[in-house]
C-alpha cells in the first residue's frame, strides 16, 4: 500500500489546477482512487447537488460537497514555517514515527489553530482591561463630588 504525505484534516495548498495557489482542508483521503476531498473558502473545485426535501422539515435545493483532486495536485503546509513543504518521517523522542517539515525541520502540524478559542480570549482580556480601566475613572469622579 502507497504512503501519502497528507492525511485527514491537514491543511494543504494546491499546486496545480484550477484551484492553483489556494489554501484548503482536506476531510478524506481515498487511497484506491489517489484522490483527497478538499474544502475551503472561494474553490472552485466543489461539487453542487440538487437534493430534494424528504420531510417537512428538511430543506432541498442545490447542495454544495467538498470538491476532489488528486493527491499529487496537493502540499501540506506546515505550521512553523507557513509553507507548502515536502514531508520527511523520523522517530520522535517518544519513540514514535513523526512527520517533520523538510524546510525548516519542524515536526509537522498542519492543523490550524481554532479561531474560536482565540477570540474568547481576547475578548475576555479586553473586558478586563475595559474594567480596570473604568475603575479609577469611576474613582475619580467620586473624589470630585
Known amino acids: 500500500m502507497t504512503k501519502y504525505s497528507v492525511k485527514k484534516d491537514d491543511y494543504v495548498m494546491i499546486i496545480t489546477g484550477k484551484d492553483k495557489g489556494k489554501t484548503a482542508r482536506i476531510s478524506a483521503v481515498n487511497k484506491e482512487k489517489h484522490r483527497v476531498l478538499i474544502e475551503g473558502d472561494g474553490l472552485k473545485t466543489v461539487n453542487t447537488k440538487a437534493v430534494k426535501a424528504r420531510k417537512a422539515s428538511d430543506k432541498g435545493g442545490l447542495v454544495e460537497q467538498p470538491g476532489s483532486v488528486d493527491i499529487s495536485n496537493v502540499m501540506p503546509i506546515c505550521s512553523a514555517c507557513n509553507k507548502p513543504t515536502r514531508v520527511g518521517y523520523r522517530i520522535g523522542e517518544d519513540g514514535k514515527r513523526e512527520r517533520y517539515c523538510k524546510k525548516c525541520g519542524a ?30 475613572a469611576a474613582e475619580a469622579q467620586k473624589s470630585e463630588e
Not at 117 to 133: G, L, M, N, P, Q
Open 107 to 136: 515536526t509537522l502540524v498542519t492543523k490550524k489553530a481554532t479561531a474560536k478559542k482565540a477570540t474568547k480570549a481576547k475578548a475576555a482580556t479586553r473586558r478586563k482591561k475595559a474594567v480596570a480601566e473604568e475603575a479609577p
